[in-house]
């Protein structure tokens, strides 16, 4: 089993609506992800955290926003959504930066906007 | 050229078969590789890191040709278990890291 959490596990929300996706993992890793995957695509990097702080943004829209609490927690913040961000939204952790590191994937949140 | 670039697939096999996957990365900076193994609807799991001297964990060996920047993974005796998608992992340091997946290669293992 991941010992990488995600909550919660599906979501189905409106275009005006504001939602959070939740992830924590207690294995120590310093570097938190979130990755966006869509139907028979690999998984697009979105974010990084290293040590808490926000060291990539792959030029995502706004309506996107992370925040790590600590370096257990990571959310995504959703705000005015569209149909095209449905998806399944994986967040991950690797022990310190990615460039050795083995990274561990979460289940996901499979995201539906309707 | 894509920065990680995977056989097209799928690949439809018999129970018992050997199967090989290949893969080539386009960043000679790129600094670790891993084989990673995505079932429908769930996450990527890790599969193994590759190494340059090559590693084996039961029926499966990874290869890394650091000179042509490729990789491979051989499946050997496959199971009906071993269906699956296989993504190609390369990390590179560029001045900033970056952790690229290949297209996956989707793999059918038939009675």
């Known amino acids: 089993d991941t010992e990488v959490t995600q909550t919660p596990k599906h979501l189905v929300m409106g275009m005006t609506n504001k939602k959070s996706l939740k992830c924590e993992q207690h294995m120590g890793h310093r570097a938190m992800y979130w990755y966006k995957q869509k139907a028979k695509k690999p998984p697009e990097l979105m974010f990084v955290?290293?040590?808490?702080?926000?060291?990539i943004n792959e030029s995502v829209p706004s309506r996107f926003s992370p925040e790590c609490p600590n370096s257990s927690l990571l959310n995504l913040h959703l705000h005015a959504l569209q149909p095209e961000d449905s998806a399944l939204y994986l967040c991950?952790?690797?022990?310190?930066?990615?460039?050795?590191?083995?990274?561990?994937f979460g289940e996901g949140s499979w995201l539906t906007v309707v | 050229r894509k920065e990680v670039e995977q056989d097209p697939g799928p690949f439809n096999v018999p129970e018992g078969a050997t199967v090989a996957f290949n893969c080539t990365y386009s960043?000679?900076?790129?600094?670790?590789f891993f084989w990673y193994r995505q079932d429908c609807r769930k996450e990527p799991k890790l599969l193994m890191s590759v190494y340059s001297s090559g590693n084996e964990d039961g029926r499966f060996t990874a290869q890394l040709n650091r000179a042509s920047q490729y990789i491979s993974l051989l499946i050997r005796d496959s199971k009906l278990s071993d269906s699956a998608t296989y993504l190609c992992v390369v990390n590179a340091n560029t001045g900033g890291f970056k952790t690229i997946f290949g297209a996956g290669t989707r793999l059918f293992v038939k009675a």
């Open positions: 960043n000679s900076a790129s600094q670790s």
């Open positions: 955290y290293s040590y808490e702080k926000l060291s």
């Open positions: 991950a952790s690797s022990p310190q930066g990615p460039t050795r590191n083995t990274i561990y």
